[in-house]
């Protein structure tokens, strides 16, 4: 939106112009990709150059790209489809060990599992800055490794930031003969991503945070790995993912990830640095504020906070009527305020999770962008302080009354 300041890259990251430029031009390509005449062989070769740029990117062999609807799908795929082959090979196989601040396209999935396929999900817990506690996985894992279907932890986190020790989690993984699944939707757009050296057997990838189209994505699956499909059809990409191939996504994802990779040198230090200014000028300005992942690893392009006093809703909607476009980073459900089931994850109080807001930074963000948080920021969090005064306190556990 012109005017905006745009500040939630991580929730989706606006199409990069040569993303849009390669759309336009294999949407005026005709035919299906599955065709045997001069069309469907145009069509195929978008598709397949895609397929070779998006391997080029992400460091893995092009016949490891499976092309998904996006990155729900490409988690769903992974997890149930690693789940179900591995329990076909050994009923004892029930037990799914996800870490615990998981994005719900891979924790509900697992937990969809436990009631169609009689799953037994374990959340491995984290740390306070939200990593992993790799101990805790490999005495999970020692504990029944033969029960063990597969394992999926997130490279870096969509709401607080935190980079996972993914390498780790992998090597306790792959010690008892384990697959491990992982979602790098976020960390591909700040990091440097190598997926041969990282060795993952399925890894999810999302067009849209990295400036390509909404509803595309990848599965990488390294080779030999075996998946069970979710979708049944015409056989399209080896049988994991049927339905006719879209060549225009495919294109436009795949250049927007190679202008992703090819800029990320200078782009990761420049937004870390925006990062850390608007960090430290939002504290400078509102004090009691809380910054969520101060140090350690974590995404050049996540900034979350506490604003204790404030209302996450209030503090987003205060933003946003001064044109700024941030995160509440907290899911409504039927009306109530929920805390982060990350926040929570991490020890953070639900009374405190509550007050989160999340800055996302990306492609388009200036200096102007973080100017215009400082120059707001003081005056927002005291509207939200007298909205929280006048409402009184949030509702707190159930009480003895039924309701
Ligand atoms: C960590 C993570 N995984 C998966 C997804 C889902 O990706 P998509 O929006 O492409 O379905 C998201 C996006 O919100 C995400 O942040």
């Known amino acids: 939106v012109p005017g905006t300041v745009y500040l939630d890259h991580a929730a989706t990251s606006p199409m990069r112009a040569v993303a849009l430029a390669a759309y336009a031009g294999a949407a005026a390509v005709a035919g299906n990709a599955s065709a045997g005449h001069a069309a469907g062989r145009a069509a195929r070769r978008v598709v397949e150059d895609a397929r070779e740029s998006v391997a080029a990117s992400l460091g893995c062999g092009p016949t490891e790209v499976v092309l998904?609807?996006?990155?729900?799908?490409?988690?769903?795929?992974?997890?149930?489809?690693?789940?179900?082959?591995?329990?076909?090979?050994?009923?004892?196989?029930?037990?799914?060990?996800?870490?615990?601040?998981?994005?719900?396209?891979?924790?509900?999935?697992?937990?969809?599992?436990?009631?169609?396929?009689?799953?037994?999900?374990?959340?491995?817990?984290?740390?306070?800055?939200?990593?992993?506690?790799?101990?805790?996985?490999?005495?999970?894992?020692?504990?029944?490794?033969?029960?063990?279907?597969?394992?999926?932890?997130?490279?870096?986190?969509?709401?607080?930031?935190?980079?996972?020790?993914?390498?780790?989690?992998?090597?306790?993984?792959?010690?008892?003969?384990?697959?491990?699944h992982v979602d790098a939707v976020q960390a591909v757009p700040g990091l440097a991503v190598d997926l041969a050296a990282l060795g993952a057997d399925t890894v999810a990838v999302s067009g849209h945070k990295v400036g390509g189209p909404v509803r595309s994505g990848a599965l990488v699956v390294r080779s030999g790995t075996s998946l069970a499909p979710l979708l049944h059809g015409g056989g399209q990409e080896r049988g994991l993912r049927p339905g006719t191939l879209d060549p225009a996504a495919s294109a436009a994802f795949a250049a927007a990830l190679a202008e992703t990779a090819a800029q990320r040198p200078g782009e990761a230090p420049r937004l870390a640095r925006l990062r850390d200014r608007l960090l430290a000028g939002v504290v400078e300005r509102v004090p009691e504020a809380v910054v969520t992942v101060p140090d350690g690893d974590r995404l050049p392009g996540i900034a979350h906070l506490t604003f204790p006093g404030c209302?996450?809703?209030?503090?987003?909607?205060?933003?946003?009527?001064?044109?700024?476009?941030?995160?509440?980073?907290s899911a409504c459900a039927a009306g109530v305020l929920r805390p982060s089931a990350v926040l929570l994850a991490m020890g953070v109080p639900a009374d405190r999770a509550r007050t989160s807001v999340r800055f996302s930074l990306g492609h388009t963000s200036t200096d102007d962008d973080v100017d215009a948080v400082l120059a707001a920021v003081a005056e927002v969090a005291d509207g939200a302080r007298r909205v929280a005064a006048a409402m009184g306190p949030p509702p707190g556990p159930p009480s003895g009354r039924a309701a």
Not at 311 to 329: N, Y
């Open 68 to 180: 998904t609807a996006g990155g729900t799908e490409a988690d769903n795929l992974g997890v149930v489809g690693l789940h179900r082959v591995r329990r076909a090979e050994d009923r004892a196989r029930r037990r799914v060990l996800v870490s615990a601040v998981e994005h719900p396209a891979v924790s509900a999935a697992a937990d969809a599992l436990a009631t169609t396929d009689r799953a037994v999900v374990e959340r491995i817990p984290v740390d306070r800055r939200g990593a992993v506690d790799v101990a805790a996985l490999a005495a999970a894992l020692a504990a029944d490794p033969a029960a063990v279907s597969l394992v999926a932890c997130m490279w870096a986190n969509n709401e607080v930031g935190t980079v996972q020790p993914v390498a780790d989690v992998v090597a306790a993984a792959h010690a008892h003969g384990v697959p491990v």
């Open 311 to 329: 209302d996450g809703e209030s503090l987003q909607f205060l933003l946003d009527s001064r044109g700024i476009a941030a995160s509440a980073a």
